[in-house]
């Protein structure tokens, strides 16, 4: 009856976003609830560098937006406030490490392939061709070199 009487006192418009924010506060403890119950040594040695970076950037994130909210609700305009230098600087970092998964993520060249790639793709059968004579011509020589000795000891 009392949660009944707290959604009578607001005016509707107010009591669903009440309402919204109360369940996003519940997520959010949650959620907190479950990097807590471990250790954050244990936590932080399963993880690899990358991903240790990341959860120190989701947690000083999240850690500064409870506060950001915190002096919304004190009647502190949080924009005039340290608070949002920090948030600022927070999401630089994120943004480079998004930069760093994304470069891991990136396709990479393999040059060898590429390489025979292009020179498959630049084929000219003339050039082919002439290597294919050049070499015919020069067994040809030898061949008509030897046969033409015969035929002079045979005179």
Do not use: C
Not at 55 to 72: I, K, R
């Amino acid at each position: 009856m009392a949660a009944k009487s707290r959604a009578e006192d607001y005016p509707h418009e107010i009591s669903e976003q009440l309402t919204g924010f109360d369940s996003s506060v519940s997520s959010v403890k949650t959620m907190i609830e479950k990097l807590m119950s471990m250790p954050r040594n244990d936590l932080l040695e399963k993880l690899d560098p990358l991903d240790q970076a990341k959860l120190d950037l989701m947690s000083a994130y999240t850690l500064n937006s409870l506060f950001w909210m915190y002096l919304v609700t004190q009647g502190v305009n949080p924009r005039e406030h340290g608070i949002k230098q920090e948030l600022e600087r927070i999401r630089t970092y994120m943004n480079k490490v998004k930069e760093i998964t994304d470069r891991k993520k990136a396709a990479r060249l393999n040059k060898g392939a590429a390489a025979r790639f292009v020179r498959n793709a630049l084929y000219n059968p003339d050039e082919k061709d002439s290597g294919k004579k050049a070499a015919s011509k020069k067994a040809a020589d030898t061949q008509s070199d030897a046969p033409e000795t015969k035929r002079a000891k045979q005179s």
